[in-house]
């Protein structure tokens, strides 16, 4: 009987490996490319808490101290023709808004035009493209096949896309207080696939504003921290409700309840995301 039972186990924690392996071997892989928007890359190190390429400097002292941040809309250093100007703006907005919403539980957020201790801005460096035809065939399989089941179906692990960002949090004199350079590819686990070709980018925009915010919440490392429970006024927010401060209203508000039934049925972004609230604020700031 003890015999059967360890031989159960193993196979358990073999079936476990195995899924583990498949799980990291479908994701798709985005370098970590070095634009220009930075005003500084000297003494960026590689995180030793991630998986994923990342690299970050914080100057710990600096963003502990600091207490109001202004958001400069995220720009682009990309090919834009190979993307709808549309989709891209929804992504570019969809990083503003998680950005301000996470930033929101410790700093107040202040409008464009009023001085803050930190200015936040990032760029995207990179995207990689969603396979629109095989996330509808993904979508299809993966809802034909749950109701068959009864169990959740993994996305097919084809067509994946991905998002690079590089970010930076300066002070009033213009000198860099922390930086990031951040890439993330989609996974058949846990991104849902939408027909989109900036469907993964657009839903791994928020993974990248969690781990910036938390860098300059904390003033650490945020690859080497636990997991942390969202505060109430980012799940306010995550489900549409109005923003803590009003300076994030003009990145909108975010789809909600909406927006979570559209991706489980792989519809794309542009479905539900009304993007900026505030479309001549954004305008002017370019």
Not at 106 to 133: C, E, G, M, Y
Not at 155 to 168: C, F
Not at 184 to 193: L, P, Y
């Amino acid at each position: 009987m003890i015999l059967k039972l360890r031989q159960l186990a193993r196979r358990r924690r073999a079936a476990l490996c195995v899924a583990l392996f498949s799980w990291l071997s479908a994701c798709t892989s985005v370098p970590l490319p070095e634009g220009n928007s930075l005003s500084s890359h000297a003494g960026m190190s590689p995180s030793r808490g991630t998986l994923m390429p990342a690299k970050l400097r914080v100057d710990s002292t600096a963003v502990l101290t600091a207490q109001t941040v202004r958001i400069v809309p995220t720009s682009t250093q990309i090919d834009s023709r190979a993307f709808d100007p549309n989709d891209l703006a929804l992504v570019t907005n969809a990083i503003d808004r998680a950005l301000c919403t996470d930033l929101s539980d410790r700093f107040k957020i202040v409008a464009i035009n009023q001085p803050a201790d930190l200015i936040v801005h990032a760029t995207v460096t990179n995207i990689v493209a969603t396979n629109r035809s095989a996330a509808a065939t993904s979508t299809v399989a993966s809802l034909g096949g749950s109701a068959a089941l009864g169990i959740p179906i993994p996305r097919l692990p084809i067509g994946l896309g991905g998002l690079a960002i590089e970010a930076e949090a300066v002070g009033e004199d213009g000198l860099q207080r922390a930086a990031m350079l951040w890439s993330r590819g989609a996974n058949m686990i846990t991104t849902r696939a939408r027909v989109s070709a900036v469907g993964d980018a657009y839903s791994l925009s928020s993974a990248f504003a969690t781990a910036f915010s938390r860098m300059l919440v904390t003033g650490k490392d945020p690859f080497n921290r636990m997991l942390a429970i969202p505060s109430m006024q980012r799940l306010r927010a995550s489900l549409g409700g109005d923003p803590k401060y009003d300076a994030c209203k003009a990145f909108g508000t975010a789809p909600g309840i909406p927006g979570i039934v559209a991706a489980r049925f792989g519809l794309p972004p542009a479905w539900t995301d009304k993007g900026a609230g505030l479309p001549s604020r954004r305008g002017a700031a370019h």
